[in-house]
């Protein structure tokens, strides 16, 4: 029987739960194909425009397509970075 001291296992990290990231991924394929006719339509010189109530104004949105694929697909971006940081300091932990 050896008797030496072994240096102690370090300790096991579990790797964070990424709901957001997973949901992200489950729809990169149509979210991939509603992003590219955004951006062709943009090419073409077309603007999305949002109808305020009460009258018949179109006034140009700002949101980035990012902004409305998740808006679309109901992706929290700021919950999907904080998932992409988790994983990374995990990753680097376990280096």
């Not at 062709?40 to 980035?64: A, D, H, M, T």
Request: contains cysteine; charged residues 30%.
């Amino acid at each position: 029987m050896d008797n030496r001291m072994q240096a102690p296992s370090p300790p096991t990290i579990n790797m964070p739960s990424t709901p957001t990231l997973n949901k992200m991924a489950r729809v990169r394929h149509q979210s991939q194909v509603v992003g590219e006719f955004m951006e062709w339509l943009q090419q073409q010189g077309y603007v999305v425009c949002r109808k305020y109530r009460g009258n018949n104004r179109f006034l140009p949105i700002f949101e980035s397509i990012e902004e409305l694929l998740a808006q679309f697909f109901d992706v929290d971006l700021e919950a999907a970075e904080r998932e992409r940081r988790a994983l990374l300091e995990w990753a680097r932990r376990r280096e």
